[in-house]
């Protein structure tokens, strides 16, 4: 087959074309370096959560307050940066907190669970210090869940028993209520457990990655994408020295011609990620995720995508001139709409529905959900729009080319 | 080897080839002459399937370019004008990469490759990459590309360009060594003398049209003058073109900026008379020439241009 002739051949000039290397190789890698450094401190992750020390006034000797402090504020999953203090009174810990001796306090009120039955707590009191609002913001994550939990665990288990005793079994007497009663508490239980997990670290959007992993994520998908213009600048240079004249002299079919081109930006786009992804990993201890046949597949299907609309802009423009000067403000566009520079999060929802036209988008955030831990239902319909880009733009492509 | 027969092409309105007809036998060697924008490079894009034929018909051992093209092209190999290589590839990689597009195996190929770069005599500069070569040594392995897998008919666009004595030399004799081997050479170039040496036929094609097949003497015998006087003048003037040609023994009169080729049937009467006509307009004559008709002449007298305008 021809076509691999003609891609092997596209990709040992790339790979020996210094410049390309330094640009489609080694620029991801020390912007990943750069980016993800100077962000640490801003995204998740991996990066330690800064030490807090709650107070904790406690007016009388709840249950529930008991059961606050213990379990969830004292927990080994929060500990590592939840440091608790009892403090004696509200002025106290006012006064603590204007010496900076603690971060924040908490103070609950007496008879705090008074009001369970009807599905509410009473109102608790959050001290905080403006200056430290990513503390600030750690703590009332953790009380709001608690609450949050136990409310709706209230109310769900008030609603299921005043269902099982208006029951014909329960009216009847077939229903032991007591046993039911057990048996919802020991569910409760159970769901008591899983308090802990949700408290969140202010990830970046909804996701908990690290600015590495998300700035290697975005890295790749941005990098990758200059392969289109690459990509369309081989087969427009192929025409300019008249090397795509003399191709089409031999005996090789056209459609063999512009798949030979396909593959070798595919093939290329293909080294690209794999160098990248093993390099951040061993280099930056960068975790692409538990599922190494997703971050594979995603790739690859992003690289199908890369090396199609490379045969789509090819047949669209003339000059290699006009490829740079896609290449200069249209991957910066869609880098930039698709999230590789900055989090999607922080775009508004207009930008964001904007986004879903740029193919670094649909790659950026597949990565983010690999790295994450997804299913691969998630990845379908990303998967399926890489796909698409990739057939139909080579679909046009092929039916568009031409020698001139 | 090759038949065209009312071979037309058009560009929008623009008619470029008008019905062009000839053939070549297996063995020969053609020149193909013109001027720039006769139609000759179209011609040889056709002939090669790079472009369609509005009309007429090409076949090359037997197959239609239009019908057959994939198995057309197996038996020609082109030369391109241009440097159709790739740079930053070495000189072997470049022709096992043609060869293979040719239809050849790795191993083929590889064979195939050292035989050529023999051929081409640069086998000591097989691993060096094409941007490193000359030009001479370039247009060589432009040449090399072609012959991977020894065409039955080759054509050359005007392969010597822009490139040293030296290498035109050796392409010129590579050439001729090909067509004595047998291979059919279809060879175009704005240098006469390269058509002259290696070519036993000629076509001459101007405005679409051939204007001139056959022969070197064919074609010199249809020279209607016996010689050619050159002046040389400080300046032409119509008066000077008018009287010259109203001269009973002038046959045509070509000029280019300050120099006019006459065309008469007797160089003794013609120079002192020419000369004369000259001094009475009030020109200054810087130089004069007498030279046998040869293709030049006859190409000048077809198309009232030189080869290289």
Same mark, same amino acid.
């Given at each position: 087959?021809?076509?691999?002739?003609?891609?092997?051949?596209?990709?040992?000039?790339?790979?020996?074309?210094?410049?390309?290397?330094?640009?489609?190789?080694?620029?991801?890698?020390?912007?990943?370096?750069?980016?993800?450094?100077?962000?640490?401190?801003?995204?998740?992750?991996?990066?330690?959560?800064?030490?807090?020390?709650?107070?904790?006034?406690?007016?009388?000797?709840?249950?529930?307050?008991?059961?606050?402090?213990?379990?969830?504020?004292?927990?080994?999953?929060?500990?590592?940066?939840?440091?608790?203090?009892?403090?004696?009174?509200?002025?106290?810990?006012?006064?603590?907190?204007?010496?900076?001796?603690?971060?924040?306090?908490?103070?609950?009120?007496?008879?705090?669970?008074?009001?369970?039955?009807?599905?509410?707590?009473?109102?608790?009191?959050?001290?905080?210090?403006?200056?430290?609002?990513?503390?600030?913001?750690?703590?009332?994550?953790?009380?709001?869940?608690?609450?949050?939990?136990?409310?709706?665990?209230?109310?769900?288990?008030?609603?299921?028993?005043?269902?099982?005793?208006?029951?014909?079994?329960?009216?009847?007497?077939?229903?032991?209520?007591?046993?039911?009663?057990?048996?919802?508490?020991?569910?409760?239980?159970?769901?008591?457990?899983?308090?802990?997990?949700?408290?969140?670290?202010?990830?970046?959007?909804?996701?908990?990655?690290?600015?590495?992993?998300?700035?290697?994520?975005?890295?790749?998908?941005?990098?990758?994408?200059?392969?289109?213009?690459?990509?369309?600048?081989?087969?427009?240079?192929?025409?300019?020295?008249?090397?795509?004249?003399?191709?089409?002299?031999?005996?090789?079919?056209?459609?063999?011609?512009?798949?030979?081109?396909?593959?070798?930006?595919?093939?290329?786009?293909?080294?690209?990620?794999?160098?990248?992804?093993?390099?951040?990993?061993?280099?930056?201890?960068?975790?692409?995720?538990?599922?190494?046949?997703?971050?594979?597949?995603?790739?690859?299907?992003?690289?199908?995508?890369?090396?199609?609309?490379?045969?789509?802009?090819?047949?669209?423009?003339?000059?290699?001139?006009?490829?740079?000067?896609?290449?200069?403000?249209?991957?910066?566009?869609?880098?930039?709409?698709?999230?590789?520079?900055?989090?999607?999060?922080?775009?508004?929802?207009?930008?964001?529905?904007?986004?879903?036209?740029?193919?670094?988008?649909?790659?950026?955030?597949?990565?983010?959900?690999?790295?994450?831990?997804?299913?691969?239902?998630?990845?379908?319909?990303?998967?399926?729009?890489?796909?698409?880009?990739?057939?139909?733009?080579?679909?046009?492509?092929?039916?568009?080319?031409?020698?001139? | 080897?090759?038949?065209?027969?009312?071979?037309?092409?058009?560009?929008?309105?623009?008619?470029?080839?008008?019905?062009?007809?000839?053939?070549?036998?297996?063995?020969?060697?053609?020149?193909?002459?013109?001027?720039?924008?006769?139609?000759?490079?179209?011609?040889?894009?056709?002939?090669?399937?790079?472009?369609?034929?509005?009309?007429?018909?090409?076949?090359?051992?037997?197959?239609?370019?239009?019908?057959?093209?994939?198995?057309? %092209?197996?038996?020609?190999?082109?030369?391109?004008?241009?440097? #159709?290589?790739?740079?930053?590839?070495?000189?072997?990689?470049?022709?096992?990469?043609?060869?293979?597009?040719?239809?050849?195996?790795?191993?083929?190929?590889?064979?195939?490759?050292?035989?050529?770069?023999?051929?081409?005599?640069?086998?000591?500069?097989?691993?060096? =990459?094409?941007?490193?070569?000359?030009?001479?040594?370039?247009?060589?392995?432009?040449?090399? #590309? #072609?012959?991977?897998? %020894?065409? $039955?008919?080759?054509?050359?666009?005007?392969?010597?360009?822009?490139?040293?004595?030296?290498?035109?030399?050796?392409?010129?004799?590579?050439?001729? =060594?090909?067509?004595?081997?047998?291979?059919?050479?279809?060879?175009?170039?704005?240098?006469?003398?390269?058509?002259?040496?290696?070519?036993?036929?000629?076509?001459?094609?101007?405005?679409?049209?051939?204007?001139?097949?056959?022969?070197?003497?064919?074609?010199?015998?249809?020279?209607?003058?016996?010689?050619?006087?050159?002046?040389?003048?400080?300046?032409?003037?119509?008066?000077?073109?008018?009287?010259?040609?109203?001269?009973?023994?002038?046959?045509?009169?070509?000029?280019?900026?300050?120099?006019?080729?006459?065309?008469?049937?007797?160089?003794?009467?013609?120079?002192? $008379?020419?000369?004369?006509?000259?001094?009475?307009?009030?020109?200054?004559?810087?130089?004069?020439?007498?030279?046998?008709?040869?293709?030049?002449?006859?190409?000048?007298?077809?198309?009232?241009?030189?080869?290289?305008?």
């Amino acid at each position: 087959m021809k076509c691999f002739t003609i891609a092997w051949k596209d990709l040992n000039l790339r790979l020996k074309d210094r410049k390309g290397f330094l640009m489609m190789i080694l620029m991801p890698l020390i912007l990943t370096a750069i980016l993800g450094a100077a962000l640490s401190g801003v995204m998740g992750g991996d990066e330690k959560l800064p030490i807090t020390t709650v107070g904790v006034v406690l007016q009388d000797r709840d249950e529930l307050a008991k059961t606050f402090v213990e379990e969830v504020l004292k927990s080994k999953d929060v500990n590592e940066f939840i440091k608790v203090r009892s403090v004696s009174s509200e002025e106290k810990a006012r006064q603590l907190l204007k010496e900076e001796k603690m971060d924040a306090a908490i103070v609950i009120p007496a008879k705090w669970n008074e009001h369970l039955k009807d599905g509410r707590l009473k109102e608790l009191t959050l001290l905080t210090d403006p200056g430290k609002s990513l503390q600030a913001s750690i703590v009332e994550s953790i009380t709001t869940s608690f609450i949050d939990k136990v409310v709706t665990l209230a109310v769900s288990s008030k609603v299921v028993m005043e269902q099982l005793a208006a029951s014909t079994p329960a009216m009847t007497g077939k229903l032991d209520m007591g046993q039911a009663a057990t048996e919802i508490a020991g569910k409760l239980q159970v769901q008591k457990k899983t308090w802990e997990s949700t408290v969140s670290e202010t990830p970046i959007g909804k996701r908990s990655v690290s600015s590495s992993q998300y700035y290697a994520a975005a890295m790749a998908a941005m990098f990758l994408l200059y392969n289109i213009t690459i990509g369309a600048k081989s087969l427009l240079n192929e025409r300019e020295t008249e090397t795509l004249a003399r191709l089409m002299s031999t005996p090789t079919s056209r459609m063999q011609i512009v798949f030979g081109k396909f593959l070798g930006t595919f093939y290329f786009a293909v080294v690209q990620f794999t160098v990248f992804t093993i390099t951040t990993h061993f280099a930056f201890h960068i975790d692409w995720g538990k599922n190494i046949v997703q971050t594979a597949t995603v790739g690859l299907v992003y690289s199908f995508a890369v090396a199609g609309l490379s045969m789509l802009i090819a047949v669209l423009i003339k000059q290699e001139k006009t490829a740079d000067l896609i290449s200069g403000i249209g991957i910066q566009i869609s880098a930039v709409l698709g999230g590789s520079m900055l989090p999607l999060s922080v775009f508004p929802n207009i930008m964001q529905k904007m986004a879903n036209i740029t193919p670094n988008k649909w790659v950026l955030t597949s990565f983010i959900d690999i790295m994450s831990g997804t299913t691969w239902n998630a990845l379908v319909l990303p998967i399926t729009v890489l796909l698409m880009i990739g057939v139909i733009s080579l679909s046009i492509g092929s039916a568009k080319f031409k020698l001139q | 080897m090759l038949q065209i027969k009312d071979m037309k092409k058009s560009f929008g309105k623009n008619e470029v080839v008008k019905g062009i007809s000839f053939s070549i036998e297996k063995g020969e060697s053609f020149g193909l002459l013109g001027p720039n924008g006769a139609g000759k490079s179209t011609t040889i894009s056709m002939i090669c399937g790079l472009l369609p034929v509005d009309a007429g018909e090409i076949v090359v051992a037997g197959k239609s370019v239009k019908t057959d093209p994939m198995n057309v %092209k197996k038996k020609i190999g082109v030369v391109p004008q241009d440097i #159709a290589l790739y740079p930053t590839m070495s000189a072997k990689d470049n022709l096992i990469f043609w060869g293979k597009m040719y239809g050849l195996t790795g191993s083929q190929a590889k064979k195939r490759g050292a035989e050529v770069l023999e051929y081409v005599g640069l086998t000591e500069r097989a691993k060096d =990459k094409i941007e490193t070569f000359s030009g001479g040594m370039k247009r060589r392995i432009n040449i090399g #590309a #072609a012959l991977m897998h %020894k065409p $039955e008919l080759l054509i050359m666009d005007e392969p010597t360009v822009g490139i040293d004595p030296q290498s035109r030399n050796h392409i010129l004799e590579t050439v001729k =060594k090909l067509n004595q081997e047998g291979m059919t050479v279809i060879y175009t170039s704005h240098y006469m003398e390269e058509v002259d040496y290696l070519c036993e036929r000629i076509g001459i094609v101007d405005h679409g049209r051939m204007i001139a097949l056959g022969t070197k003497q064919e074609l010199c015998n249809r020279l209607t003058s016996g010689t050619v006087i050159t002046l040389e003048l400080n300046e032409v003037t119509s008066e000077f073109v008018t009287l010259v040609n109203d001269l009973p023994f002038v046959e045509q009169v070509v000029t280019k900026n300050e120099t006019v080729e006459i065309f008469v049937t007797d160089a003794n009467l013609a120079i002192g $008379e020419t000369v004369s006509k000259a001094v009475t307009s009030g020109l200054a004559v810087q130089s004069v020439h007498v030279r046998e008709p040869n293709l030049e002449s006859l190409f000048l007298q077809l198309t009232g241009r030189s080869l290289r305008d």
